[in-house]
């Protein structure tokens, strides 16, 4: 049996302009779904084949054998909609998609992940010490570009891949203002978002060294762009020296959590993240871990 070809499907996300991070999920999703599709079903997978009973018995593996969160599960189940409807527009299925009506997976109120006061100074601090640390041309420019990154961030919001798609046209930096123009996969859309203090005075200190072999403002050490994976593995080895657990989007998370702290409006939140949708925002009124301890610590005397 030859397993399912999943290029076009690749293609079709690609023209509608999903990110990279999303195209990579799916693709990966859909090959764990027709693995399990295989050994269940005794054929390979394949759209006119799938029935909603399918997919129903999918989620209860993926709950009670694998036990994944709801939101993973969610997700793999949202994969697997949309190739059903990549099958409809290809004119490979003739019926309505048979994920349609298969409900996805109910849990408490989703609570994003975001770094306590406390971490942040710790992953701030492990910025700093690298760069005062750096002895060597190589090492002074990666740790200018780490924190440059972990900055931009935290004081804008950025996806990581947005963050990473910038280029130097895209940048306006003034001695008391500055904004970066972002353009975002998610529905090939743009927005514009204000460049603080912090952010506009870390970018200036890479941009003051950074390799000019490309206008991507963040690159490798061998030069040309960033990637995704070299950028995560950074974050993590901050974070691991840290000792907190963070990763680039509990960067966004945070900038939107001490925002919403603030008072600001989730209008404003939303536009500054790119959410079509004020629902997504409301998940940074939701208390988190450490809001929860600061509830209860208020009881101590």
Do not use: C
């Not at 269940?40 to 694998?66: F, G, H, K, N």
């Not at 790119?274 to 409301?282: A, I, K, P, V």
């Amino acid at each position: 049996m030859t397993p399912i070809d999943l290029s076009p499907f690749e293609a079709w996300l690609r023209s509608r302009d999903r990110s990279a991070h999303t195209v990579r999920n799916y693709l990966s999703d859909l090959r764990q779904f027709g693995t399990w599709f295989r050994q269940t079903a005794d054929t390979e997978l394949s759209p006119p084949l799938v029935t909603p009973l399918d997919i129903r018995d999918y989620r209860q593996y993926l709950q009670t054998v694998r036990r994944l969160k709801a939101a993973t599960v969610n997700r793999k189940l949202a994969a697997i909609s949309v190739w059903l409807d990549w099958a409809l527009d290809a004119g490979l299925l003739l019926d309505v998609n048979p994920a349609k009506n298969v409900r996805g997976v109910r849990s408490s109120q989703r609570v994003a992940k975001w770094l306590s006061r406390r971490d942040e100074g710790k992953v701030l601090r492990v910025l700093g010490r690298e760069l005062n640390a750096a002895r060597t041309v190589p090492a002074r420019r990666k740790a200018l570009r780490n924190r440059a990154l972990v900055v931009l961030i935290l004081n804008t919001g950025l996806r990581a891949e947005e963050a990473l798609s910038l280029r130097l046209p895209d940048l306006e930096i003034k001695a008391r203002s500055g904004n970066v123009l972002v353009r975002s996969g998610k529905g090939n859309k743009e927005r514009s978002v204000p460049l603080n203090k912090n952010a506009r005075n870390a970018l200036r200190e890479w941009l003051a060294v950074r390799p000019s072999d490309t206008d991507y403002v963040f690159t490798s050490q061998k030069g040309g762009r960033w990637s995704g994976a070299g950028a995560r593995a950074a974050m993590q080895e901050i974070a691991r020296v840290a000792g907190v657990e963070a990763h680039l989007h509990t960067l966004r998370h945070t900038f939107a959590k001490r925002l919403v702290d603030a008072g600001v409006s989730l209008e404003k939140v939303a536009a500054l993240l790119g959410h079509s949708n004020l629902n997504t925002t409301r998940i940074y009124t939701a208390p988190g871990e450490s809001d929860l301890e600061d509830a209860v610590g208020k009881l101590e005397y």
